[in-house]
């Protein structure tokens, strides 16, 4: 949290509130705030109202607090931000040429008013995703997967500087489509087909960003807050020339940092499920009688739910810590193989995680062996269909 001191017309204030870019799924985003008069003594039992705006739309939602006897008073905004997200888009058609849909970013403006003043105003950036207090999010070199044979794209930094293909070529790389001056915190969309035809690496300059927990000593910083790379930052994408199957699993899915993941997984069962319930009609007479059966109105409710189990072969670590964050995805999409192979249409299936259904595999303890396989089971949407 960044925090600054500072007064008004006839008090002074304090105020902690969110980076300029920050995950809006976290468990929480406060804003805390402190009063004093001119005399330097608590403000406290006076209102404070504190405004949450979405810069684009105007979308706002505002809240008020009651100051204690220090003249504290605490807000947490995450609801408000998860709200202006609101929900990824739905499945269907996607252009991978253009920024993903799925990856919304929101600048989020805050405003504090005290008596009708509004002594206090702040921007930044929000976007779906949470952190955990072990995250070095960006603080290391990355690998990514990609299956040339498949539509795929990842983010990277607007800091992005060079590429180097697999010869060891290096080119200057400079996204199309962009506007001239970014956010300092941009991630934009890097399309793999156009940068390269086999595995290459991006390099990203220093002064990116990395969540995770900040020393007590670092600048504008607490604890548990984000902090920013002092060193260049690469990510190494790994090409497979694996033909395209048409029964494979090609699976995408939105991981904790609303980064987006590609996996090629097998699949292993697909099963359908029927479960049947009885609604009862309003206005039948319990004693009505066809055929010498007695009729109540009675309905068989049956919902249909398909599921898929798909698997990976044995992974290496890193491969697996990719794998693995499909486990908590708000969502996941299955690439339509009959679609695009037919002509080439990327059209993406919605399913979700079964809760329960995550199993991993572990052979020995070292991580640079292929030692891990993951199974997990997803769910179609359930087809509810009545019939008396």
């Known amino acids: 949290m960044r925090q600054t001191n500072s007064s008004a017309e006839d008090f002074f204030y304090s105020v902690q509130f969110p980076e300029a870019y ?15 008069d001119i005399d330097h003594y608590p403000n406290y039992n006076h209102e404070v109202m504190l405004t949450v705006k979405d810069v684009d739309t105007q979308q706002s939602f505002s809240e008020v607090r009651i100051t204690d006897r220090d003249g504290k008073a605490y807000f947490d905004i995450a609801r408000y931000l998860q709200i202006i997200l609101g929900d990824v888009e739905a499945d269907g058609v996607y252009d991978y ?58 983010d990277t930094m607007a800091s992005i500087t060079s590429v180097t293909d697999a010869a060891g070529n290096v080119t200057t790389w400079t996204p199309s489509g962009l506007p001239g001056t970014l956010p300092l915190y941009q991630r934009i969309r890097a399309t793999a087909s156009t940068m390269s035809n086999g595995s290459f690496k991006t390099h990203n300059a220093k002064n ?13 910083h607490v604890a548990g807050t984000k902090l920013f790379m002092t060193g260049d930052n690469d990510v190494e994408v790994i090409a497979d020339k694996c033909p395209a199957d048409p029964n494979a699993a090609y699976l995408r899915w939105l991981d904790r940092h609303c980064e987006l993941r590609h996996w090629l997984f097998s699949k292993y069962r697909e099963t359908d499920t029927v479960q049947a319930t009885d609604d009862r009609r309003s206005g039948f007479d319990p004693d009505r009688f066809v055929d010498g059966v007695a009729r109540d109105g009675r309905m068989r409710d049956g919902v249909l739910t398909k599921e898929l189990t ?4 044995y992974l290496q670590g890193w491969e697996y810590d990719i794998v693995e964050s499909i486990i ?9 193989m009959e679609a695009y192979l037919a002509d080439g249409t990327i059209l993406w299936h919605r399913l979700t995680v079964k809760p329960g259904s995550y199993t991993r595999q572990l052979r020995n303890a070292h991580s640079t062996d292929h030692n891990h396989q993951l199974a997990v089971t997803l769910q179609y949407d359930g087809e509810r269909s009545v019939g008396v």
């Open 22 to 36: 920050c995950f809006a799924d976290s468990a929480k985003c406060p804003v805390n705030v402190g009063l004093q």
């Open 328 to 336: 908590n995805a708000p969502f996941v999409d299955m690439l339509d």
């Open 310 to 313: 798909v698997n990976t072969g």
């Open 97 to 154: 040429s253009q920024q993903c849909a799925l990856i919304t970013q929101k600048n989020i403006r805050i405003t504090l008013t005290y008596f009708d003043t509004a002594f206090f105003t702040s921007t930044f950036f929000a976007v779906h995703g949470n952190n955990k207090v072990t995250d070095r999010w960006w603080s290391k070199p990355r690998k990514l997967r990609w299956w040339v044979n498949y539509p795929f794209a990842f």
């Open 208 to 220: 990116g960003i990395v969540f995770g927990i900040a020393t007590a000593s670092s600048t504008g």
